[in-house]
Structure formats: C-alpha cells, structure tokens
C-alpha cells in the first residue's frame, strides 16, 4: 500500500528519484520495474505508476472486458498502449520516458502523489491546483457524506 505526497524534481536526463517510502514498498515485494503510463484526472495531464503486480490485475481486469467495447478500446489504446516498462536503478531513481514526460507537461518540480494500490507522478504547480479544488470539495459536508467512510 503507497500514501503520502512527496516533491522531487527530475535531473536533465529525465530521472527522477522514487520516494523511499514508496521504494521501501517496491523492495518490500520484490519489484525493480515499475510500469508508467498516461493518466487524467479532471480534465489535467498526470503519470500513473504501477508495480508489475498492480499492472497484471489492471490489464487482467481490461482483458475480462468486452475487447469490442468502444470504452474499453479507448482506455486500451491510451492506458496500455501510452506505457513503458521502467528500470529502478540502484539509486531508487527511474528513466522518464520522454514522450511521456512532454504527455504530462513535467517541468524540474514533480510532485509523487500515493493513490493506495499505485501513485502517481504530476508537476508540481499543476497538482497543487487540484489539490486546492480537492480541499473545497472536501469542506462541504455533503460530499463527505457520499464517501460513506
């Protein structure tokens, strides 16, 4: 299980350093790649990054779906499709693709944002606008109420 929000900044090569804590996870279960991948949420450009294990269930869950399907077609060509498999070197940092990183507009300053199962790898100045909409949202008792926590 990742949590937490951790800033890094990516080096000129277009590395960047998973956070240890996240690191502590992947060794934890014996994972030395990571899968990343295009993602979106709401309507902003983000990396998802997923240990091989989290990986296998996802395309295992897409491969259940209709193939035919035009969603699931979509979600295929963008989601699988937009992915690379990356090394974790032995400085715990990986290789953003660069295609992926111009996807995701990610300048020097990233922001790791945990997401339970996998995290994901946003511009800093980007994320911290969602999160500002985040925290309105969670201000308002109503939407608490539809969680059912």
């Known amino acids: 299980m990742f949590s937490g929000r ?9 590395r960047v350093s998973i956070p240890a804590r996240f690191r502590e996870v992947l060794e934890r279960d014996g994972h030395e790649s990571l899968f990343i991948t295009n993602w979106i949420y709401q309507k902003e450009r983000c990396l ?3 240990d091989p294990g989290e990986w296998t269930k996802l395309c295992g869950k897409m491969g ?12 295929q060509m963008f989601v699988i499709g937009g992915a690379h498999e990356v090394q974790v ?8 693709p660069p295609k992926l990183r111009e996807y995701a507009r990610l300048d020097r300053d990233v922001t790791f944002n945990a997401l339970i199962d996998h995290f994901q790898l946003w511009d800093k100045a980007v994320l911290q606008r969602i999160l500002e ?3 309105q949202q969670m201000m308002d008792p109503e939407f608490v109420a539809k969680l059912n926590l």
């Open 6 to 14: 951790f800033d890094h900044a990516t080096d000129e090569k277009g």
């Open 133 to 135: 909409g985040a925290e």
């Open 48 to 50: 998802a990054l997923y």
């Open 89 to 96: 070197d032995r400085q715990g940092r990986i290789l953003i």
């Open 64 to 75: 259940q779906q209709g193939s035919l399907a035009p969603a699931v077609q979509t979600f």
